[in-house]
């Protein structure tokens, strides 16, 4: 995409979040999840909006698809589970550290070239694992490895400094910045650092969901549409055994989607449809629902996302109430429903 043809950059502003879940304990609001949500047609128009989705917020590691797509562009060679891998944020499973030994191998590389930050497997069951057998953190365990080996893999391929890969000057973060701003259609409004030590982007919710849409609608063998088909095809690498992202993709055939920290996910078909959201606080209670019911008013079949309507609230080990998406997020009536 031509320069000239991007829209601004969002706006860095206080967000305007709305409440988008109820919190129902014995039929009474107990809390409220505030945050923003869009929800996108086939045709590319929004249909739904919720809260704040054009002012700038950082998409976290739901920008991965985004980044992975660069990193294709740039030449990356990957396929299948590892490219699956180079977009993840995987649980810390012997198979996520496997598939990261073998792209910094492909590379010609060790754990030792990682600039991530060291850390324990992000999946709690694993990570406990790896407490009682007295394992250190390790960058290579750190949910984000997959990436910054496919990243380092990306600048031997190309010749470019493999010590400063995370500086935003570098070669590939400019190159990964060129398409966050392609397939957004928009200008980044700020570069910070995400937790694992890489360039993050602020661009608005709304162009995260048409970043993916791109991504998951693009014509087979272009970059796009090999980071969408290996993360479809291979999706608890993407994510983990047991994660809900893997489920919900699972579930729903075509779709593409992935979390990110404090709240964040993107989903999106092939036909056009899309959902992103935002939840204020970060609560991933609140995120999973909100998401599954999103894409309800989007069109997908409410009997594919039934294992998405959230974790029940016990009182005395029993339920007795849930997180309730807000009502404007229920499916129109009438409305047909599509897989």
């Given at each position: 995409?031509?320069?000239?043809?991007?829209?601004?950059?969002?706006?860095?502003?206080?967000?305007?979040?709305?409440?988008?879940?109820?919190?129902?304990?014995?039929?009474?609001?107990?809390?409220?999840?505030?945050?923003?949500?869009?929800?996108?047609?086939?045709?590319?128009?929004?249909?739904?909006?919720?809260?704040?989705?054009?002012?700038?917020?950082?998409?976290?590691?739901?920008?991965?698809?985004?980044?992975?797509?660069?990193?294709?562009?740039?030449?990356?060679?990957?396929?299948?589970?590892?490219?699956?891998?180079?977009?993840?944020?995987?649980?810390?499973?012997?198979?996520?550290?496997?598939?990261?030994?073998?792209?910094?191998?492909?590379?010609?590389?060790?754990?030792?070239?990682?600039?991530?930050?060291?850390?324990m497997p992000f999946d709690p069951a694993v990570r406990?694992?790896?407490?009682?057998?007295?394992?250190?953190?390790?960058?290579?365990?750190?949910?984000?490895?997959?990436k910054h080996a496919a990243m380092l893999y990306t600048?031997?391929?190309?010749?470019?400094?493999?010590?400063?890969?995370?500086?935003?000057?570098?070669?590939?973060?400019?190159?990964?910045?060129?398409?966050?701003?392609?397939?957004?259609?928009?200008?980044?409004?700020?570069?910070?650092?995400?937790?694992?030590?890489?360039?993050?982007?602020?661009?608005?919710?709304?162009?995260?969901?048409?970043?993916?849409?791109?991504?998951?609608?693009?014509?087979?063998?272009?970059?796009?549409?090999?980071?969408?088909?290996?993360?479809?095809?291979?999706?608890?690498?993407?994510?983990?055994?047991?994660?809900?992202?893997?489920?919900?993709?699972?579930?729903?055939?075509?779709?593409?989607?992935?979390?990110?920290?404090?709240?964040?996910?993107?989903?999106?078909?092939?036909?056009?449809?899309?959902?992103?959201?935002?939840?204020?606080?970060?609560?991933?209670?609140?995120?999973?629902?909100?998401?599954?019911?999103?894409?309800?008013?989007?069109?997908?079949?409410?009997?594919?996302?039934?294992?998405?309507?959230?974790?029940?609230?016990?009182?005395?080990?029993?339920?007795?109430?849930?997180?309730?998406?807000?009502?404007?997020?229920?499916?129109?009536?009438?409305?047909?429903?599509?897989?």
């Amino acid at each position: 995409m031509h320069s000239s043809s991007l829209a601004a950059a969002p706006l860095v502003r206080e967000p305007v979040h709305a409440p988008v879940a109820h919190l129902i304990r014995g039929g009474i609001v107990e809390g409220m999840h505030y945050g923003s949500v869009v929800v996108l047609g086939a045709d590319g128009e929004v249909q739904l909006q919720i809260g704040d989705i054009e002012a700038a917020f950082y998409p976290r590691s739901a920008i991965k698809p985004v980044q992975a797509v660069a990193m294709a562009r740039a030449g990356l060679p990957l396929h299948g589970e590892l490219l699956s891998l180079a977009a993840a944020s995987h649980s810390g499973e012997e198979r996520h550290l496997a598939g990261t030994r073998r792209i910094l191998e492909l590379a010609g590389l060790t754990e030792e070239h990682l600039r991530n930050v060291p850390d324990m497997p992000f999946d709690p069951a694993v990570r406990d694992a790896w407490i009682r057998e007295g394992r250190a953190p390790s960058r290579l365990a750190q949910n984000c490895s997959g990436k910054h080996a496919a990243m380092l893999y990306t600048c031997a391929l190309n010749g470019w400094p493999l010590e400063d890969y995370l500086d935003p000057a570098h070669p590939l973060q400019q190159a990964i910045a060129e398409i966050v701003e392609d397939l957004t259609g928009q200008r980044i409004a700020r570069v910070t650092v995400d937790g694992c030590g890489a360039p993050l982007f602020a661009i608005s919710l709304h162009g995260l969901a048409r970043a993916t849409v791109r991504i998951v609608s693009a014509a087979p063998g272009t970059p796009e549409a090999r980071v969408a088909d290996a993360m479809r095809e291979h999706a608890e690498m993407a994510s983990g055994s047991g994660r809900d992202v893997a489920a919900l993709m699972r579930a729903v055939p075509g779709l593409l989607s992935k979390d990110g920290f404090e709240g964040v996910q993107v989903a999106a078909l092939p036909d056009g449809r899309a959902v992103a959201v935002k939840i204020a606080d970060g609560a991933n209670r609140a995120r999973v629902p909100v998401t599954a019911a999103a894409l309800g008013r989007a069109g997908v079949d409410p009997e594919l996302l039934t294992g998405f309507a959230g974790e029940p609230l016990l009182g005395g080990g029993r339920e007795v109430g849930r997180v309730r998406p807000v009502r404007s997020l229920e499916p129109l009536a009438g409305a047909a429903v599509r897989a």
